[in-house]
């Protein structure tokens, strides 16, 4: 069988982090499967084949695209950011894992990309500069007093918190009960890096601190990342301030 | 002042995931500086001056390339991944904040890329696939109780973990204490995925359990992705094994 299947991410934004690796996998595909905003970001190719469906359709996106690679075809299933980060790569092994045995022999390939929270974090310093966690604050897929839970390890542990999928219009309230939870743990002086559409023409980033962070604007292409009792802002007359933890711990929270 | 400054995400490996906007950078830049095995990855440029440097010298480095921006030159630092996880980025800002005025006057940009566990993760399946921190094992900046407090937090709240830096010669015996750590909140039968030197030439990918993760070769090229109680392994006939972990939380730890 000579049909293979590639998991690709386009990198956040629009070409600027598109990888070598994942261009000549976009190249040799035959047909594209994926989220339409992404599928959007692909400059068509004649002869290759166009799947476009709606977000949180993954499972039947990515049994469709494995059986259309399981009839001989090069497919590939395109994710913005990274594919294994709250996106297509899960879904893909989970249709393998429950899906006819053929699919098992497929050659398989995940390709890497920049995801969000690397790149907000690029556009601002080096808020990430300690240890850290990604969690996304979707419920639907796990039960909201786990996401407490989380958000209370991570914070009193002293992690930097990447925030993905922080609201929609399906999860109105989770954000603010999420930045009222950090705020039993850490300072209201706490920065906090709101970054929408990050390497795209309307991209945005804004510093706030956690005594503030819910009531500033936050939608699905918004990424959070929320600091520790250490994180630091370095104002710069002319210039966008500067936002990082600094890569020794020098207090530790209680 | 024209001098600017560019922190540059490599990404990991060789060239696969070099992003454009990386290799734009690095095309105009007229220095740079850079641990020096990440400097021999960059082919040489007439005209363009490198300054290659020791592991472990990031502050020394930082200053010395600040510096060289400050006087008029483009100036890039490379970072192997990405620079804003556990590389040069967080040392640039540190150097910006303790230096003098001028360097906040400075042009600084930073460029993100695919970090290592990005990587590993891609070549293996989804580990990454819910809710994960990054935790670097290196105790030079932080004291070991605090990293055992961020492996008893990660786990016992279900984060899957990535870990950066997980042994060296000066550093012998962390890895296996952590490791121990670690089974006091996971099953033996937790996967354990060690990625060395993804991307590159002498690329090994290994899965294991966190029963018998200590026994396994790591060293400072090394990757290692500790699962959640929730990873899974698929079998493959022919071909290596799928990691993956869920995108639902169908169990939580207590």
Redesign the interface.
């Known amino acids: 069988m000579s049909g293979r299947l590639a998991v690709i ?1 386009l ?1 956040a934004g629009d ?7 994942a261009q000549a996998a976009l190249s040799e595909a035959d047909a594209l499967y994926g989220y339409a905003g992404y599928l959007d970001r692909v400059p068509p190719r004649p002869g290759q084949s166009r799947h476009p469906s709606d977000n949180r359709e ?1 499972g039947t996106r990515s049994a469709a695209a494995l059986g259309h690679a399981a009839q001989g075809a090069k497919v590939a299933v395109v994710s913005g950011g ?5 996106a297509m ?6 249709e ?2 429950a899906g006819p045995d053929a699919w ?2 497929l ?2 390939t ?6 969000a929270m ?2 907000v ?3 601002i ?12 604050l979707s419920d639907n ?3 909201w007093d ?1 996401v407490e ?2 958000l ?3 914070a ?4 930097v918190i990447a925030l993905y999928n922080p609201i929609s219009r399906a999860r109105p309230w989770q954000f603010g009960n999420a930045i009222e939870r950090l705020r039993r743990h850490l300072p209201p002086a706490t920065p906090v890096v709101f970054g929408r559409a990050v390497g795209r023409m309307d991209e945005r980033v804004n510093v706030t601190t956690l005594a503030d962070a819910d009531t500033a604007p936050a939608d699905m292409a918004t990424l959070v990342i929320v600091g520790t009792r250490e994180t ?1 802002v ?6 966008s301030p ?1 936002v ?6 020098v207090e ?1 929270s209680a």
Not at 125 to 135: E, I, Q, S, V
Not at 156 to 159: L, Q, R, T, Y
């Open positions: 991410g990198g070409t600027g982090w598109l990888t070598p690796e993954e990274d594919p294994g980060v709250f790569a899960a879904a893909i092994c989970e393998i894992e098992r022999t050659n398989v995940f390709i890497p990309g920049v995801t690397l790149a974090a690029a556009k310093g080096a808020p990430l500069g300690h240890d850290f966690c990604a969690l996304s897929l796990k039960p786990l839970r989380r209370d390890a991570a009193s542990a002293g992690f630091r370095i104002a710069r007359s002319g210039q500067l990082y933890t600094p890569r020794a711990a530790v």
